[in-house]
């Protein structure tokens, strides 16, 4: 079959079966693009279509963060205190820097909640906390697990690890955090300096099946393809073989018990080679 399949017209029925392969696995993967995208924007439309809710009426301070509650907005009314903390080891449109925290301590129920403020290069960059009551507005994150790579400098933490926060700032806790989007009263562009806020991550979205189903049947017409071209060559193939034995005047069954023929007699020649002699 190799001699079938090395001849030029299979050698150019191969090259253009495997650009058809290369160009079906490409579309998968455009469609599997496709499918992520689509995800994603429907859950970001998701999340801009939810009003934000106050943190009060969603969690309680030193409760379980629930996971349907990740990236939900939500507002918290209350007075900023004045230990911030810094994240060290972060990035922003691919710039490496850190996360500005701050303790606000909610009007409603006197907890304090970790704040994320917005995104500094140098650590020294610190804007000072707005005075008095603020309404923050932003979405909603899980506390991060405690940090376990190589400590960061004095005064900076790994993580927004409630369980480090706990130890710093006293009172209750929620166990969570906000990704500050918006503050009333608004900040001055001269009070944030150079501090930009930090998108709410989209969270988990999966994918968009339909376009996914779109991408495997893709990839099963590139299988294809080759099942193709190999189909084309053994039946060249079978049908050479046909050619020859009509050629030499049998058919293709004739040919075979012929050869059985020839085999079953070679067997016997030899076995009376083999026989007693005197």
């Known amino acids: 079959m190799l001699r079938t399949a090395i001849k030029p017209r299979n050698l150019a029925l191969l090259a253009v079966a495997v650009l058809v392969v290369i160009a079906f696995v490409q579309l998968g993967r455009w469609q599997l693009g496709v499918a992520e995208d689509e995800a994603l924007r429907e859950s970001l439309e998701k ?32 007075e900023f205190g004045t ?4 994240v060290a080891n972060r990035r922003l449109d691919g710039r490496p820097g850190f996360w500005v925290v701050a303790p ?20 020294t ?21 405690p940090y376990a ?9 790994g993580s927004v690890d409630t369980s480090v926060l706990v130890g710093r700032w006293p009172g209750d806790l929620y166990n969570a955090f906000v990704f500050q989007q918006e503050e009333s009263p608004a900040a001055t562009p001269a009070t944030l300096g150079s501090m930009e806020r930090v ?10 099946w339909r376009n996914a189903a779109y991408a495997f049947q893709w990839w099963a017409f590139a299988l294809f393809a080759l099942y193709m071209w190999w189909r084309i060559v053994r039946d060249e193939q079978r049908d050479d073989d046909e050619a020859k034995a009509e050629a030499a ?20 020649r030899g076995s009376s080679d083999n026989g007693p002699r005197e």
Do not use: N
């Not at 005047?249 to 016997?268: F, I, N, R, Y």
């Open 47 to 78: 999340a801009r279509s939810q009003q934000p809710v106050a943190i009060e009426t969603v969690l309680r301070p030193h409760t379980d963060f629930p996971g349907e509650l990740g990236t939900r907005p939500v507002t918290a009314t209350g």
């Open 83 to 86: 230990d911030q903390v810094v």
């Open 104 to 123: 606000l301590r909610v009007a409603s129920t006197g907890a304090t909640l970790p704040v994320l403020r917005g995104f500094v290069i140098s650590p």
């Open 125 to 145: 960059d610190l804007p000072p906390v707005p005075s008095g009551s603020v309404t923050v507005t932003g979405g909603l994150a899980p506390p991060e697990s």
């Open 149 to 157: 790579g190589q400590s960061p400098p004095e005064g900076q933490l």
């Open 199 to 208: 998108p709410t991550p989209s969270g988990e979205t999966g994918f968009k």
């Open 249 to 268: 005047g049998v058919g293709p069954g004739e040919e075979a018990a012929e050869k059985q023929d020839e085999a079953t007699a070679e067997a016997l």
